[in-house]
């Protein structure tokens, strides 16, 4: 796991990457593979990413301490967001995969037609 420039952090920002980590750690990520701590100066975001995780996970500076996790249509970039409080690793991955499904409906398996996921409106 890279640090990007942390010791530029601010304390807020510090202080999001340890609820981050902490976060990631509970939903079972493992922390060993390729990924980056970093922040989004565009939108104000302190975020965790893993190349072995569907989704990212960050903390808005204007919405904390809120941790939202983020899916990412590799397709256009369209990103979708849900907050993680009180969700399992499992539940997560369920939500990537019908975004994913939602997005590329020629890819769901044939007799599985998926219905609502039920977590629209996650912000």
């Known amino acids: 796991m890279e640090f990007e420039k942390i ?17 990631a750690v509970r939903l079972d ?8 701590i970093g922040y989004n100066t565009i939108h104000g975001n302190t975020y965790i990413w893993s190349e072995n995780e569907q989704y990212s ?12 996790a983020c899916w990412s249509n590799a397709e256009n970039g369209e990103e979708t967001f849900i907050n ?9 991955h369920d939500w990537c995969e019908n975004n994913y499904f939602k997005a590329n409906p020629e ?16 912000m």
């Open 7 to 23: 010791n530029t952090f601010s304390k807020k920002q510090l202080l999001h990457t340890a609820d981050l980590i902490k976060e």
């Open 29 to 36: 990520w493992d922390l060993t593979g390729y990924g980056s």
């Open 57 to 68: 996970l960050f903390i808005s500076d204007f919405n904390e301490p809120k941790i939202q």
């Open 84 to 92: 993680t409080k009180d969700m399992a690793s499992n539940d997560l």
């Open 107 to 122: 890819d769901v398996p044939q007799g599985e037609l998926r219905v609502d996921d039920g977590y629209r409106g996650g």
